[in-house]
């Protein structure tokens, strides 16, 4: 991919984010199914249902709705929710940063112990010890994030009750952080015992979130480990007189690292929406958990918030992959 | 695509399918004996199941499994919280699960192949049509996306099966778009064109044989992602109405007594992870006997 | 004095399949010994074995390779690396693959360096410029900050040059190193190479398919064909006055200025035919002796 293409990915942004209202607007207004029939008290005047209906827009035109709804979701207005009572966007606000801290861990764990496989992998290269990596990785990729968040839970909260299996802290722990970001900022302002009580919680679920993951980007990097290894300038390498490791490492590792980042990053989403189920397995108070509240309550403005971030940071996501791989890759970086 | 199937299966010489059924090796057979069970539970269902899976006895409720300490020979899995035959109601989600995955999958291979073959070969602004349309698609969480639907569409295995489909159907878009392209490039298709093959009969002829080998496997993953999708949703609360045994809601309600009765929640994970991976494993094998080419 | 390479009876098997039935061969320091043959003639094979970089199937049977009287394959691992890149150097086919695309020309030159002559890291960047200097090019500075993409094939090619020459070795392996380029780099690629040589103090063993290049830089000739040196001699000599009837086909067959097109003649193939008989009976004869 060369910058022009980048460019054009950019120019898709827009239609794509459109696209995304447009669906998740009418997916939630056309369908059957009365928001307002949820909230109202019983004995409640039909005054109080026309009321309601003004409140929240829903007397409106169809076409109108959705003109003020985009108008409002553009000046960063995503409306109250229904079931909480509060403004939107500050619950996600509240909520996204354990999501993203999760997500980051996860990725992490991911990254090291897809790479670590990999690398094994490639060292084994033609014994029958290759074999047993490539079956394992082949088991870990075919079960599901929220398979494993379950199977962790009962084997590590359970068989073995080793680490906490809900919330992302403790109650009693009393969390004296000014941002949401209570990983980042403990680690970053030297609080490593509140670190160490929010990594015991979130290591479960990031784990189940990194290993189908890691398996991937195991069985990427190792085919591009592979190929490139087979290349001409990786075996005139040996015929320099580096060592196998030293030429993994330097000469073929770089080379590998750009389609696994491309087609390894892109994958990056599954991570994200695997967050959904996970949070929710394991009580873990991000927008995942929160989005199967707001969809068991019908809370429609929620929902479309809720909708609409995973969306931007899915496409947010896609477009950072292309950037690392172009700069990954001088052959992209200069054509 | 079944009648495709056909033709290849017509035109093989008993020797080449051999040779295929060798090829596949023992994915194929571990694949294909794990979705026979599968399937054969689901059907003898009112046979196999010792109990009605509904039937309450709060008088034995949260039994362990029969050989466990306090075990009972007439619960062989124990019971839930509400006294159910857990075997039984395993035995029941069965049917719920092959049924989604039949009907789910078919479809959205369907819709997807046809949206996939529609793209590829006519190109131009229906290709850009349908492409912009699987780039909306593919910017949500898909898992996110099904629950929204099913909650919206309202309970009951129909909305299950439209959520998948409805979900789904880019997963064989896009690869038979890119796929459809690349043999249309390719000198057969042109040698076809030549000799005044419709476009209709190039696809059907030409286009979709070579195809099936990555049909299939798309096909078993995807009945096994429909099983997953399922699972979610009942986990989540918005599958199947009432008290219809299914995996998924078993999970979760094991999930709230999973200190005091781990094995509720154990053993649907147990019969998920086989039926998965027995999918898994027979899109793989069954990829690997009719590929023609790809033998390694 | 010892010679700076001898093969000694080198047997090399892929499966089944013999690729070199027992060749033998010499080069002398300083020499430029040709190696000739067709396609599957088994030439590259002998050049891989020197360097250690038979595919993964392959086994050595039978035979020795000694480097400046030294067994190179009774050494250690870490014995052998410390002579590949120092004092056994490769220059590869390929110019287009055989360069690192995600590494700087003056990595690739100077981690080479610093492998080998512990050079640190701005003195090995030093020593990369004054290199790629000997090779004609301009401007090694900005080259050396170039990545692999950005440069001609010609260029690339004499980077490689550079590369085999770098630490002075004794024996260099060109393995069909003109074959990629068109005729008029081809030229000044030999030209070069063979002025490095005199500047290093190398001796070469030069792999091609090409008599027109045997006749230009080297002083002595192997002919193989089959895994079997089938004649050996001063170039001259053996050009001049052919004694084996392969090698007066192959000279038949190559295009010379001095001679109209329509004179030359395909190898005979009852000829190759023959040859390849011949061989196979020698494996014969192999598998009846005792090893």
New interface residues.
Partial sequence: MRWGEIIKRLVLVPPTLFGVAVIVFVLLRVVPGDPIAMMIPPGASEADITRLRALYGLDQPILQQFATWLGQVASGDLGRSISVRQGVLDLLLARLPATIELALLATVIAVVLGVLVALAGILLRGRRAEWAVDGGVGALLAIPDFLWALILLLLFGVLIPWLPISGRVDPQIDIDLRSNFYLLESLLTGRFDTASALLHHMFLPALALALPFAALVARILKASLADAEDQDYAQIARARGYSRPAILLHEVFPNALIPTVALGGVQLTLLLGGTVLVERIFSYEGIGNMAIDAVINRDFPLIQGLVLTFAVLFIALNLAVDLVVALLDPRLRHG | MADAMADIALTLPPSRLLAGLKRGGARLWVGAALVAVLVLVAAFAPVLAPHDPLEQDLMSAQLPPAWMQGGDHAYLLGTDSLGRCVLSRLIYSARIAVAVALIAATLAALIGVALGLFAGSFGGWVDQLISRLIDVWMAFPPVLLSIVLAAVIGAGLTSVIAAIVVVDWTRFARVVRAETMVQLTRDYAAAARVIGLSRAKLLRLEVLPNLVPLLVTLLAVEMGIAILVEVILSFVGISVAGDTPTWGSMIAEGRQIVYQAPWIMALPIVCIISSVIGLNLLGDGLRLALDPVQRS | MNATLTVEGLKVAIGAANVLRGVSLEVQPGEVRGLVGESGAGKSMLGRAV???LP?NATITSGQIAFEGRDLLAMTETE???????RI??I?Q?PM???????RIGAQIG??LR??LGLPKRAALTRAAELLTEVAIREPERVLAL?P??ISGGMRQRVLIA?AFACDPALVIADEPTTALDVTVQRQVLQLVERLRLRHGSAILFVTHDLGVVAKICRSMSVLHAGRVLEEGETADVLVRPRHAYTRALLAATPRADRPADALRPVPPALIEQLWSEAHRLDRAGEARPA
């Fill in positions: 360097l250690g970089l993964a052998r690396r410390g002579l590949l890149g120092r150097a490769l590869p390929d693959t055989s360069l690192n695309p995600v590494k981690n080479l492998h080998h990545y993409h950005e590369m």
